[in-house]
């Protein structure tokens, strides 16, 4: 008999759904809009098809012989890990403290484990790309906002009620730019996509020399668009990516003193902006922590490097990560309850 | 039979021994003066000694029926788990690198398990102290310098290879007062005992009217001192115990941010002025925080609390945790091998 699971990345935008066996091999994949405005139900009733369609392409290819071992779902916001309700997601309006678990199970007659998306996108970064060979990392993920997930020993670690990984909201300048959650000078506030295009205007109005100042007129002026200006040496996007690595130094740095976890991988839209951020990152994480310091080789290209040091890197699934690591969460369990 | 461990907390000062049975019961306590200037060799046998004499006591008070299961050692500094070799410890001139484990297992014939001391300290909270009803943990220890320790699941988080909990030098100030690891704005140049002699110091020189201005002259000035003026309600005195709570806000925010643990408990000697920043440091994670701010009822006398929040306590067993928590080693891997 052939085993399988079924992975969803139930973002504000885009639904993704892939079937994948448990060598993480992908079987089938489908991707939608998700369509906010239509409402909860719109959006369940279209998951639910897709994933109708999904396990009957898988039954038909194998003769009647796949079973289904769970869905996966990750999704932006704060899940009560028990219930599997959604405590809280700005993304998802209307959705908040709905039994979406619930709903789903009945509607499929298969268990679903509902998981925050940057803690499924950590464990699928563990499972198969840049943390493969670790039991133990840190993800950051750099995207609109800022968001974390840590694996401890090849598991995901929620904290006491499910809320662990919230990195974005680290501290970097404790008198820094205000943030929504309350707080002053969080990460999030100097290395998402946000960060950079605000950061970018704060140093164009202070008047220097760019050639940004034509390009921030224009409508589509975002990240990308300042990443690219840094790359061709323009001084003012060069300085804010400077900052961006210098912020992400600080927190990585903090992390490794008070975790010493082997591994360290950026992902999120952000992560493609590596060439220009990273040298300040590492630069300042030297600084700021003797454990790395003391851990890491300053020669990183050596091949042995990668077993006998703290490294910190690129994520390697891209936006696949949340896709797997949410397929990765039945299999785990599967895996877990037929020890016993 | 009856089966116990000993317990050694072997610090640059005091070398301290205890016999503890598994129910966190102590038997027999040796207290010694650590002759670190007569050299290693010499520390080592006084120890031995101790350890004998305790064993002995116990064989006779149990008729010849007592089994020591084991010998766990707290000292400070960095410890490579695997081989029990101390790698660096200032404290101790002259055992960097040396086997200590093999040695003192060699001279008394039975099974040691060395430990970092803010380690060992953060398990005798978890196990007796303000942690007992708590599987994860986060210690932070304020003395001469800042340390730290993670308890998570009952075990202590050693990292990949060994470093964890150096929360010490997690930074609350990008770019704060220079630190011996070469950053600047550690946690613990705002919050040990040094930290708040160097802050009153700096504040009176700027002239500030304040009693310490006599009190600061005498050689026996110290951070107990700068609590009792605040305590007196001297100005000064008392922005500095608010500086000393707003950095181990900033900080313990962090760790709920990343962690979500149920449990920060704070100890060290500086721990005691506790009155004197704990209002401003409850202030600051809150503000810090939105999973704090979130899991926490404002009414923090509320007897349910402590089951139904983040807690943020001090520590129960003062000086005696690091103690107890060297003994708990020997019997957590003892049950750890019987259950095999």
Known sequence: MFSYAIGVDLGGTNLRIAAVDEYG????????????????????????QATKEIAQRMQDK??????????????PGLIDIESGHLVESPNLPGWSDYDVKGDIEGRLGTPVIMENDANAAALGEQWLGAGRNSESMCMITLGTGVGGG??????????????????GHCNVEPDGHPCNCGSHGCIEQYASATAIVRMARETLASGAASEMHKL????????????????????????????????????????????????????GGVSSAWDAFSPALFDEVRRRSFLYAATTPLDRSSI??????????????????GLYGAARLPLLHQAMTSKV
């Open 304 to 321: 042995l490097v990668e077993h006998h040091s703290t490294f910190i890197t690129r994520a390697l699934l891209g936006g696949d990560g």
């Open 25 to 48: 091999m992908l079987l089938s994949k489908t991707a939608l809009e998700t369509e906010v405005s239509r409402g909860r139900e719109h959006v369940i009733r279209e998951l639910c």
């Open 150 to 167: 840590l694996v401890l020993n090849g598991k995901i670690w929620h904290g006491w009620n499910g809320m662990a990984g919230e990195l």
């Open 216 to 267: 921030a007129a224009e409508p589509e002026f975002n990240s990308r668009v300042v990443y690219e200006c840094a790359m061709r040496g323009d001084e003012v996007a060069r300085k804010v990516f400077e900052r961006v690595g210098r912020c992400l130094g600080l927190l990585i740095g903090n992390m490794v003193n008070a975790l010493n976890l082997p591994l360290y991988v950026l992902g």
């Open 62 to 75: 194998h003769r009647g012989d796949a079973t289904l071992c769970g869905i996966g779902i990750g999704v």
